[in-house]
Protein backbone atom coordinates (compact mmCIF):
# COMPACT_ATOMS: atom_id res chain seq x y z
CA UNK A 1 0.00 0.00 0.00
CA UNK A 2 2.87 2.64 1.23
CA UNK A 3 4.65 1.62 -2.36
CA UNK A 4 1.34 2.82 -4.49
CA UNK A 5 0.74 5.87 -2.21
CA UNK A 6 4.46 7.00 -3.10
CA UNK A 7 4.12 6.11 -6.71
CA UNK A 8 0.61 7.83 -7.38
CA UNK A 9 2.24 10.79 -5.81
CA UNK A 10 5.51 11.20 -7.19
CA UNK A 11 2.93 10.96 -10.45
CA UNK A 12 0.84 13.66 -9.35
CA UNK A 13 4.31 16.06 -8.72
CA UNK A 14 5.05 14.95 -12.19
CA UNK A 15 1.81 16.40 -13.70
CA UNK A 16 2.04 19.73 -11.14
CA UNK A 17 5.22 20.32 -12.07
CA UNK A 18 4.66 19.91 -16.09
CA UNK A 19 1.64 22.05 -15.94
CA UNK A 20 3.75 24.96 -14.57
CA UNK A 21 6.47 24.35 -16.59
CA UNK A 22 7.60 27.79 -18.51
CA UNK A 23 8.58 26.82 -22.23
CA UNK A 24 11.50 28.68 -23.63
CA UNK A 25 9.96 30.81 -26.90
CA UNK A 26 10.25 28.52 -29.74
CA UNK A 27 11.56 25.41 -27.43
CA UNK A 28 12.33 22.80 -30.09
CA UNK A 29 11.90 20.34 -26.82
CA UNK A 30 8.63 21.51 -26.13
CA UNK A 31 5.85 18.57 -26.93
CA UNK A 32 4.20 18.63 -30.70
CA UNK A 33 0.53 18.63 -30.77
CA UNK A 34 -0.56 14.73 -31.65
CA UNK A 35 -1.92 15.10 -35.45
CA UNK A 36 -5.67 14.64 -35.77
CA UNK A 37 -7.01 14.52 -39.22
CA UNK A 38 -9.73 17.12 -39.69
CA UNK A 39 -11.52 15.18 -42.86
CA UNK A 40 -12.31 16.70 -46.23
CA UNK A 41 -12.30 20.20 -47.04
CA UNK A 42 -15.71 21.18 -48.15
CA UNK A 43 -17.08 24.33 -49.85
CA UNK A 44 -16.79 27.68 -48.50
CA UNK A 45 -18.42 28.41 -44.95
CA UNK A 46 -21.91 29.90 -45.00
CA UNK A 47 -22.26 33.17 -44.19
CA UNK A 48 -24.21 34.68 -41.18
CA UNK A 49 -26.27 37.92 -42.06
CA UNK A 50 -24.73 39.84 -39.47
CA UNK A 51 -21.29 39.33 -40.71
CA UNK A 52 -18.93 42.25 -42.41
CA UNK A 53 -17.58 40.42 -44.97
CA UNK A 54 -13.85 41.06 -45.14
CA UNK A 55 -13.21 39.25 -48.85
CA UNK A 56 -15.78 37.46 -50.70
CA UNK A 57 -13.36 36.00 -53.62
CA UNK A 58 -13.61 39.22 -56.06
CA UNK A 59 -11.88 42.42 -54.94
CA UNK A 60 -9.64 43.62 -52.02
CA UNK A 61 -11.69 46.99 -51.58
CA UNK A 62 -11.30 45.95 -47.88
CA UNK A 63 -7.84 46.22 -47.14
CA UNK A 64 -4.93 47.92 -47.79
CA UNK A 65 -1.43 47.53 -47.40
CA UNK A 66 -0.56 47.00 -43.70
CA UNK A 67 1.96 50.10 -43.68
CA UNK A 68 1.93 54.20 -43.11
CA UNK A 69 1.22 54.43 -46.77
CA UNK A 70 -1.86 52.48 -46.11
CA UNK A 71 -2.16 51.68 -50.44
CA UNK A 72 -4.59 49.79 -51.98
CA UNK A 73 -3.50 46.07 -51.23
CA UNK A 74 -1.69 44.51 -53.93
CA UNK A 75 -1.86 40.37 -53.35
CA UNK A 76 -3.41 38.68 -56.26
CA UNK A 77 -7.12 38.08 -56.97
CA UNK A 78 -8.32 34.93 -58.99
CA UNK A 79 -10.80 32.33 -59.17
CA UNK A 80 -12.32 33.24 -56.04
CA UNK A 81 -9.23 33.45 -53.51
CA UNK A 82 -6.66 36.13 -52.99
CA UNK A 83 -2.64 35.05 -52.89
CA UNK A 84 -0.02 36.66 -51.23
CA UNK A 85 2.20 38.26 -53.74
CA UNK A 86 5.79 37.83 -52.03
CA UNK A 87 7.28 40.95 -51.51
CA UNK A 88 4.53 43.26 -51.73
CA UNK A 89 4.07 43.49 -48.27
CA UNK A 90 1.53 42.89 -45.46
CA UNK A 91 -2.23 43.88 -45.92
CA UNK A 92 -5.13 44.68 -42.94
CA UNK A 93 -8.60 45.88 -43.11
CA UNK A 94 -9.40 49.23 -43.50
CA UNK A 95 -11.90 49.14 -41.31
CA UNK A 96 -11.43 48.51 -37.41
CA UNK A 97 -12.06 45.94 -34.83
CA UNK A 98 -12.00 44.88 -31.21
CA UNK A 99 -13.72 42.08 -30.24
CA UNK A 100 -14.59 39.09 -33.06
CA UNK A 101 -15.54 36.07 -34.03
CA UNK A 102 -13.49 35.65 -37.49
CA UNK A 103 -13.51 33.25 -39.94
CA UNK A 104 -10.66 32.64 -42.40
CA UNK A 105 -10.23 29.66 -44.94
CA UNK A 106 -6.57 29.38 -46.44
CA UNK A 107 -4.71 26.82 -48.12
CA UNK A 108 -0.63 26.31 -48.43
CA UNK A 109 1.03 26.55 -51.64
CA UNK A 110 1.32 23.35 -53.70
CA UNK A 111 3.75 22.00 -54.16
CA UNK A 112 4.53 22.68 -50.80
CA UNK A 113 8.22 24.17 -50.72
CA UNK A 114 10.76 25.05 -48.08
CA UNK A 115 10.84 23.68 -44.43
CA UNK A 116 9.94 24.56 -41.04
CA UNK A 117 8.92 28.49 -40.75
CA UNK A 118 9.83 28.98 -44.66
CA UNK A 119 7.04 26.45 -45.84
CA UNK A 120 3.20 28.12 -46.66
CA UNK A 121 4.04 30.57 -43.90
CA UNK A 122 1.30 34.10 -43.50
CA UNK A 123 -0.48 34.51 -40.33
CA UNK A 124 -3.85 36.06 -39.01
CA UNK A 125 -2.78 39.37 -37.14
CA UNK A 126 -5.67 40.38 -34.57
CA UNK A 127 -5.53 43.71 -34.16
CA UNK A 128 -2.69 43.64 -36.24
CA UNK A 129 -0.64 42.26 -33.43
CA UNK A 130 -1.20 39.29 -32.11
CA UNK A 131 -0.67 36.38 -34.41
CA UNK A 132 -2.32 33.18 -35.42
CA UNK A 133 0.33 31.07 -37.28
CA UNK A 134 -0.81 30.52 -40.45
CA UNK A 135 2.09 27.86 -41.77
CA UNK A 136 2.23 24.03 -43.69
CA UNK A 137 2.34 22.28 -40.84
CA UNK A 138 1.25 18.67 -42.70
CA UNK A 139 4.01 16.40 -42.13
CA UNK A 140 6.33 19.32 -41.65
CA UNK A 141 8.26 19.88 -38.33
CA UNK A 142 9.10 23.01 -36.59
CA UNK A 143 8.82 24.43 -33.18
CA UNK A 144 5.55 23.81 -31.56
CA UNK A 145 4.74 27.08 -30.42
CA UNK A 146 5.16 28.35 -34.38
CA UNK A 147 3.13 25.60 -36.14
CA UNK A 148 -0.13 26.12 -38.15
CA UNK A 149 -2.89 27.40 -35.59
CA UNK A 150 -0.12 28.39 -32.64
CA UNK A 151 -0.39 31.27 -30.79
CA UNK A 152 2.73 32.52 -32.49
CA UNK A 153 5.06 31.90 -29.79
CA UNK A 154 3.26 31.41 -26.66
CA UNK A 155 0.86 28.64 -27.56
CA UNK A 156 1.00 25.72 -29.89
CA UNK A 157 -2.19 24.38 -30.80
CA UNK A 158 -4.05 21.76 -28.75
CA UNK A 159 -3.74 19.28 -31.64
CA UNK A 160 -2.36 19.61 -35.33
CA UNK A 161 -5.00 19.52 -37.61
CA UNK A 162 -3.53 20.82 -40.34
CA UNK A 163 -4.91 19.05 -43.80
CA UNK A 164 -2.60 18.98 -46.93
CA UNK A 165 -0.54 21.48 -49.02
CA UNK A 166 -3.27 22.98 -51.81
CA UNK A 167 -6.44 21.70 -49.49
CA UNK A 168 -9.01 24.56 -48.11
CA UNK A 169 -8.59 25.10 -44.59
CA UNK A 170 -10.15 27.64 -41.77
CA UNK A 171 -9.92 29.35 -38.58
CA UNK A 172 -12.88 30.21 -36.62
CA UNK A 173 -11.68 32.90 -34.27
CA UNK A 174 -13.19 34.20 -31.15
CA UNK A 175 -11.07 37.20 -29.80
CA UNK A 176 -11.57 39.63 -26.62
CA UNK A 177 -9.83 42.72 -27.06
CA UNK A 178 -6.83 43.30 -24.25
CA UNK A 179 -8.25 46.35 -21.79
CA UNK A 180 -5.62 48.99 -20.84
CA UNK A 181 -5.63 51.12 -17.61
CA UNK A 182 -5.76 54.92 -18.05
CA UNK A 183 -2.05 54.60 -16.89
CA UNK A 184 -1.00 52.13 -19.74
CA UNK A 185 -0.64 49.27 -17.79
CA UNK A 186 -2.42 46.34 -18.63
CA UNK A 187 -5.91 45.33 -17.03
CA UNK A 188 -7.07 42.21 -18.55
CA UNK A 189 -5.05 40.79 -21.37
CA UNK A 190 -6.30 39.39 -24.77
CA UNK A 191 -8.41 36.32 -24.71
CA UNK A 192 -8.56 33.82 -27.82
CA UNK A 193 -10.17 30.49 -29.03
CA UNK A 194 -9.09 29.03 -32.40
CA UNK A 195 -11.18 26.30 -34.02
CA UNK A 196 -8.54 24.68 -36.98
CA UNK A 197 -10.65 22.63 -39.31
CA UNK A 198 -13.78 22.43 -36.97
CA UNK A 199 -11.58 21.18 -33.95
CA UNK A 200 -10.75 23.02 -30.90
CA UNK A 201 -7.14 24.09 -30.93
CA UNK A 202 -6.94 27.00 -28.10
CA UNK A 203 -9.60 27.01 -25.32
CA UNK A 204 -10.19 30.79 -23.86
CA UNK A 205 -6.37 31.41 -23.79
CA UNK A 206 -4.87 34.55 -22.16
CA UNK A 207 -2.55 36.09 -24.31
CA UNK A 208 0.94 36.71 -23.12
CA UNK A 209 1.21 40.45 -25.16
CA UNK A 210 1.69 40.90 -28.60
CA UNK A 211 3.03 38.61 -30.70
CA UNK A 212 6.95 38.82 -30.92
CA UNK A 213 9.76 36.68 -32.89
CA UNK A 214 12.51 34.86 -30.72
CA UNK A 215 11.79 36.75 -27.21
CA UNK A 216 8.86 37.20 -24.38
CA UNK A 217 5.86 39.01 -25.99
CA UNK A 218 4.54 41.80 -23.63
CA UNK A 219 1.60 44.24 -23.91
CA UNK A 220 1.89 47.84 -24.92
CA UNK A 221 -1.45 49.62 -24.29
CA UNK A 222 -2.97 50.40 -28.36
CA UNK A 223 -6.58 51.71 -29.30
CA UNK A 224 -9.80 49.66 -28.76
CA UNK A 225 -10.57 49.18 -32.26
CA UNK A 226 -7.62 48.09 -34.81
CA UNK A 227 -7.14 46.45 -38.17
CA UNK A 228 -7.26 43.06 -38.77
CA UNK A 229 -4.20 42.01 -40.66
CA UNK A 230 -2.79 39.42 -42.97
CA UNK A 231 1.15 38.70 -43.34
CA UNK A 232 3.22 38.45 -46.21
CA UNK A 233 5.91 36.35 -45.34
CA UNK A 234 7.38 35.64 -49.02
CA UNK A 235 5.31 32.11 -49.81
CA UNK A 236 2.23 32.01 -52.29
CA UNK A 237 -0.07 31.37 -49.19
CA UNK A 238 -4.12 31.72 -50.33
CA UNK A 239 -6.99 33.14 -48.86
CA UNK A 240 -11.30 32.89 -48.77
CA UNK A 241 -14.16 33.76 -47.60
CA UNK A 242 -13.09 35.76 -44.75
CA UNK A 243 -15.94 37.24 -42.74
CA UNK A 244 -16.05 38.96 -39.49
CA UNK A 245 -18.98 39.30 -36.45
CA UNK A 246 -18.30 42.36 -34.06
CA UNK A 247 -18.90 40.85 -30.27
CA UNK A 248 -18.64 44.64 -28.58
MG1 LIG B 1 3.48 33.76 -39.73
New binding site residues.
Given amino acids: MRVSYLVLAASAAMVIRAEAQQWPVHSLERPKPPVVNPGPAGPPAPVPADAVILFEGRTLDAWETADSLARPARWKVTDGYMEVAAGTGGIRTRQRFGDVQLHVEWASPKPPRGEGQDRG ?3 VFLMGRY ?1 V ?3 DSYRSDTYADGQASAL ?1 GQYPPLVNASRAPGEWQSYDIVFHRPHFKADGSLERPARVTVFHNGILVHDNVALKGATAHAREATYEAHEDRLPIGL ?1 D ?1 GHPVRFRNIWVRELE
Wanted: proline fraction near 0%; charged fraction near 10%.
Fill in positions: NSGEQVLYQH
